[in-house]
């Protein structure tokens, strides 16, 4: 991937073939749980600790499904707000049932 990507339409496909082991994705559900947990906490006890905890957590689960399961390197150090995005943009097609569509376009 040596040219940059110039939209997020165009980046989608390629953050799913990124996440293709549905092992990593696991890991990264638990990543977007634990996030939506701190930022609840956040809110619910105005302690600022909870965001770092949040983001350290997810991050070690995300990045853990990269390193370990899918073995290739988290798009996130290249595109963080796209890969943030599609975090939570893939837990939530997977929780409504249209994420192995995703998946099957782009050949994943």
Do not use: Q
């Not at 899918?70 to 290249?78: A, H, Q, S």
């Amino acid at each position: 991937m040596a040219e940059r990507i110039a939209s997020f339409a165009d980046f989608w496909p390629v953050y799913l073939r990124a996440h293709g082991d549905p092992r990593c994705r696991a890991l990264h559900y638990a990543a977007a749980v634990t996030g939506i947990v701190a930022l609840a906490a956040l809110i619910a006890t105005s302690d600022w600790r909870w965001l770092l905890g949040g983001v350290i957590a997810s991050y070690t689960f995300a990045w853990v499904g990269h390193f370990f399961v899918e073995k290739n390197v988290p798009l996130t150090f290249r595109y963080p707000l796209w890969s943030f995005l599609a975090d939570y943009r893939m837990f939530f097609r997977w929780l409504a049932g249209g994420l192995g569509e995703d998946l099957a376009r782009a050949g994943a």
